[in-house]
């Protein structure tokens, strides 16, 4: 039983001694990954060391040595960006966070984020994170990086609380604590412990080269631009490198500028510049400029300003006024005038009246009247007692002139107290220039009276002649010769003044002429004739009426010389010969004056005369008894002008040559026609007793009565009513009232279809719709006139039907009809008027080559004034320019521009500076444009245009403030809706491409301190 229990003992022994040996080796083991682990950790072989700690644990699931490996596992895992490791730490901190290395997992774990830069959760972690719990390095370090993710996320107060703890501890996290605590403090505007702390940074090698723009930035906000100037010149003379030294020359313009010293600012500037490709702010860089400015460098300024003044607050406004200040100095008015634009609707109140007066002044010398007079306005509205007053009431008169708007500058000078001189010589011009336009007008009264204020002011010599040449024009007009005498005599005893002195002759002439008073006429007709050139545009008038006075005054044979005179040299020769025949005739040399009035016959089939000359010759026989040559060419006269005035005389004639002849039935055929259509006629009664006599030599007196009944009813002892109501109707035309009298002319067509007048109605009342523009209805009343080619009007019907056609873009309608025109016409007017018509319709159909044909015809034959060569050198301009052939389009637009002052001449300008314009030639079209504001800022459709066009060009030459500003300008000043819309929808593009350029990029990190300063 012993040896039994004593066997037990020995097996139970052994078998413990055989445990505890294997429990033993197995403990050691599983230390020595343990200590592997460790091992492996130190080489910063972390997935090897993980490994081993996790077999440790494999084994060992509690102790105190578990939950070091635990950590362990964790560390290498997030030092290995294994994606379990942020768990792995995130759930040691939590499962033991009274654990030493709670602490340390949390620190761990803000430098793991840290590193990555996702400073929000470096911050969550290093806050969490006991670090009192740290060893020393590693709890400044916390501090340094804690205060940098609070500073990195802008959180300064913060970020300042933790680099405070830092900035004064050895090692590299002092001066960085030191630095950008100093950093966030100017940030905070601490601007005295800044600059504490980034002066104890600097005293680091490794700050020496960071800090010095920041110190400096510090002495500028402190506004110690002394302090500013002494340190950074310092720095800039020291012998070692600092980052931002462009910065310094920067600061140092700009303290210089500060302080007024504008020679030092621009040197220092000018460095700056040149050291960098990119522009400063736009504060700074409006000082750059002004800089420049003030020291006259006139470029750099201007290149400076011009990329501020495109701000919308008050830099861009300042730079703007500067800006303008510096094209007035180069005399560059375009852009001065859109620069003051700009800075004259801002809000900068120091800089707005002078501006406002500046913009109003450059436009008046660019002569943009109608700019400029609103500019005035409003400068003498808003600043009554402004420095620039009495030359804005100055500028502001003669604006009013420029424009034409002499209401306006009379009105404006009468206003004015105190009227200086340039102001009076004003008042006189304005007053006798709007005298012309009432003459032109045919208001004569109130013309004299505006000439007469004109002569009560007498600085001009030369207007008071003109003002009282134009008095007798307006007198003699009104038909009051007596005072019309009286004026052309101030003129004739006037110093001369050349033409109106000797046109005065001339006036004096007809004034006694219209008096009767023959005999002082033809004394002034004579003087008048030697003081003119004969290719004058009197003279010949002059020696007609010359000649006149000679046959008044029964001085047969001057008259007849003289007559004969103008025949061989005038242009109105037709009248020269049926003068002569009428002389000739009262010489009774009847055949010299049968050849005077074939002369008119037959050379001049389409004169005016041509009636009377058929007329007169027919008279010359009836009155020498001649009665069957009498008859024939009555005859002649009745059959070739049968709408002649003188057909009721040809008839009367005729029918008593018939009479005289015995041929009594011709007789009573000639005084029945005369009846049938002339019924009312002043000659009518002398008919009818003609009538009666003939037809009692027939014994026909039965057949009288009816004619006499008739005569009756178409001539009552009242007035006829249907001629009153006519002559109304008519008048209501001539008076320019069109709507009224387009309704009594369509009441008198309804109620009187077989008046004797209703041709010449219809004709007025499609005038009437024609001036109303009513084109359709006009176009069909005058379609019904075109049925009845006998109608005396009938050329001009032709030629409305021509326009109207044209206006409906029927465009082969309207060459139709102005082919009419050019065969029915009867002078060069309706010629030229049909060759014009043409030229414009094949321009409409692209037919190029018919456009120069018709052109170069009104040019060599049709120029029936200035303006219609004009026009056709302009179509020969555009159809070149149709087909692509610039150069001679070129020719033919400068030579209408040389000669044209009118819209023609507009026209040609704006093609030029388009041409110009594809050809890439910006600045040349901008010069034209500007040119064409000068001579035609009348035509507001090219006026209008050329704004477009010049933003487009300023946008070609990089000019993009002038361009916004151009458009600007026309948006709130044309009054033109689509040119608006156009102005509009550019500027939009042009600011859209200008806000996707200026686009800001990333910016850098400013501190350059990726890994916290130490490494």
């Not at 009666?692 to 008739?710: H, I, K, M, P, V």
Request: charged letters at 25%.
């Amino acid at each position: 039983m012993l040896r039994k229990l004593i066997a037990l003992t020995f097996f139970a022994l052994v078998a413990h001694h055989t445990l505890l040996s294997q429990n033993t080796l197995s403990q050691i083991d599983s230390d020595r990954n343990f200590r592997r682990g460790q091992e492996l950790m130190e080489k910063s072989n972390y997935g090897a060391a993980r490994n081993a700690f996790e077999k440790y644990l494999a084994e060992n699931e509690k102790g105190l040595k578990a939950i070091d490996a635990k950590y362990f596992v964790a560390y290498c895992a997030i030092n290995l960006y294994h994606q379990d490791g942020e768990q792995l730490v995130t759930r040691f901190a939590n499962d033991y966070s009274t654990h030493p290395k709670a602490a340390l997992a949390n620190y761990e774990l803000g430098n793991f984020y840290y590193k990555d830069r996702n400073y929000k959760k470096a911050i969550a972690a290093f806050e969490k994170a006991d670090l009192s719990q740290l060893n020393s390095e590693q709890r400044t370090e916390a501090y340094f990086k804690l205060g940098y993710a609070y500073f990195s996320s802008k959180q300064f107060q913060s970020a300042l609380r933790n680099f405070n703890v830092v900035k004064r501890s050895t090692g590299a996290y002092g001066p960085a604590a030191n630095y950008y605590a100093g950093y966030a403090e100017y940030q905070l505007e601490d601007y005295a412990q800044a600059l504490t702390d980034l002066q104890r940074a600097e005293q680091d090698d490794a700050y020496k080269g960071v800090v010095p723009h920041m110190i400096a930035n510090v002495y500028y906000k402190q506004q110690n631009y002394d302090g500013l100037i002494q340190y950074a010149n310092r720095i800039l003379n020291g012998n070692y490198r600092i980052r931002n030294e462009s910065d310094l020359y920067l600061l140092l313009g700009d303290a210089y500028f500060y302080k007024e010293q504008y020679q030092q600012a621009s040197s220092y500037f000018t460095q700056y510049l040149d050291k960098v490709n990119t522009q400063p702010r736009k504060e700074v860089q409006l000082h750059i400029g002004l800089s420049y400015f003030y020291t006259d460098s006139n470029k750099e300024a201007i290149s400076s300003l011009k990329e501020v003044a495109t701000d919308k607050g008050e830099l861009g406004e300042s730079a703007s006024y500067y800006l303008g200040m510096l094209y007035l100095k180069e005399r560059n008015l375009e852009f001065a005038s859109t620069a003051f634009d700009r800075a004259r609707h801002g809000s900068a109140e120091d800089i707005k009246e002078e501006a406002q007066f500046q913009f109003a002044k450059v436009n008046f010398e660019l002569q943009h009247s109608g700019i400029s007079i609103e500019a005035l306005q409003k400068y003498i509205g808003e600043y009554p007692g402004g420095t620039h007053i009495e030359e804005a009431n100055d500028l502001l008169s003669q604006a009013y002139l420029n424009s034409n708007d002499y209401d306006l500058a009379i009105q404006h000078i009468e206003s004015v107290a105190n009227r200086s001189n340039t102001m009076a010589r004003a008042y006189q011009r304005a007053t006798y220039l709007k005298a012309v336009s009432y003459f032109n007008n045919r208001s004569f009264p109130k013309a004299i009276q505006l000439f007469d204020k004109s002569i009560e002011n007498p600085y001009d010599r030369e207007l008071v002649v003109q003002a009282h040449f134009w008095k007798g024009e307006a007198f003699s007009i009104g038909r009051r010769f007596e005072q019309a005498i009286n004026s052309y005599q101030q003129v004739l005893t006037a110093d001369p003044v050349q033409p109106f002195t000797t046109n005065a002759r001339y006036g004096m002439g007809y004034a006694r002429y219209n008096l009767k008073e023959y005999d002082k006429a033809l004394v002034h007709f004579r003087l008048f004739m030697r003081q003119t050139d004969k290719s004058g545009r009197n003279y010949h008038d002059a020696a007609m009426r010359l000649a006149d006075c000679y046959y008044v005054e029964k001085s047969y044979q001057q008259a007849l010389n003289q007559y004969q005179s103008t025949i061989k040299n005038g242009p109105d020769r037709a009248y020269g010969y049926l003068q002569s025949g009428i002389i000739q005739g009262v010489l009774n040399d009847v055949t010299s004056a049968r050849v005077s009035f074939d002369q008119v016959i037959k050379r001049y089939p389409k004169s005016r005369y041509f009636d009377d000359a058929l007329f007169e010759r027919a008279q010359l026989d009836f009155e020498k008894g001649n009665y069957e040559q009498a008859a024939v060419a009555f005859t002649e006269l009745l059959n070739k002008q049968p709408n002649s005035k003188f057909v009721p005389y040809g008839l009367q004639r005729r029918a008593t040559a018939y009479y005289n002849l015995q041929q009594y039935d011709r007789t009573i055929s000639d005084y029945q026609d005369f009846l049938k259509s002339h019924i009312t006629h002043k000659e009518a009664n002398n008919v009818l007793l003609g009538l009666q006599e003939t037809l009692a030599l027939q014994g026909r007196s039965s057949e009288f009565q009816a004619y006499l009944d008739n005569y009756k009813e178409a001539n009552p002892d009242q007035e006829g009513l249907e001629e009153v109501e006519y002559e109304a109707a008519k008048n209501l035309y001539f008076n320019l009232e069109y709507e009224p009298a387009i309704n009594r002319l369509t009441a008198f067509i309804d109620k009187y279809p077989d008046n004797i007048n209703l041709l010449e109605a219809k004709y007025y009342l499609a005038e009437a719709y024609y001036r109303a523009e009513k084109d359709e209805e006009a176009l069909a009343v005058y379609n019904e006139l075109l049925e009845d080619r006998t109608f005396p009007l009938i050329n001009r019907v032709i030629q409305r039907v021509g326009e109207l056609e044209f206006a409906s873009k029927r465009y082969e309608n309207a060459i139709f009809f102005y082919q009419q025109l050019e065969e029915v016409a009867t002078n060069k007017k309706q010629q030229y008027n049909a060759w014009s018509g043409m030229m414009e319709s094949f321009y409409a159909l692209s037919n190029y080559d018919s456009v120069d044909h018709f052109a170069n015809l009104i040019i060599t034959q049709g120029a029936v004034s200035l303006d219609a060569s004009n026009k056709a050198q302009l179509f020969l301009g555009k159809s070149a320019y149709a087909k692509g052939d610039y150069a001679t389009a070129l020719d033919h637009f400068i030579n209408t521009i040389n000669t044209a002052k009118d819209i023609y001449g507009a026209e040609a300008q704006f093609l030029t500076a388009e041409i110009q314009n594809l050809q890439e030639e910006y600045k040349q079209s901008n010069e034209t444009l500007f040119e064409l504001h000068k001579s035609f800022n009348n035509y507001e459709i090219w006026y209008d245009r050329s704004f477009l066009l010049i933003a487009e060009n300023f946008v070609a030459l990089d000019e993009t403030f002038q361009a916004e500003q151009t458009l600007q300008s026309l948006i709130e000043n044309s009054q033109l809706s689509f040119i608006v819309e156009q102005a509009r929808a550019r500027l939009k593009e042009i600011e859209e491409a200008e806000e996707e350029e200026l686009q800001p990029q990333n910016p850098p990190d400013s501190t350059n301190n990726n890994n916290g300063g130490n490494n």
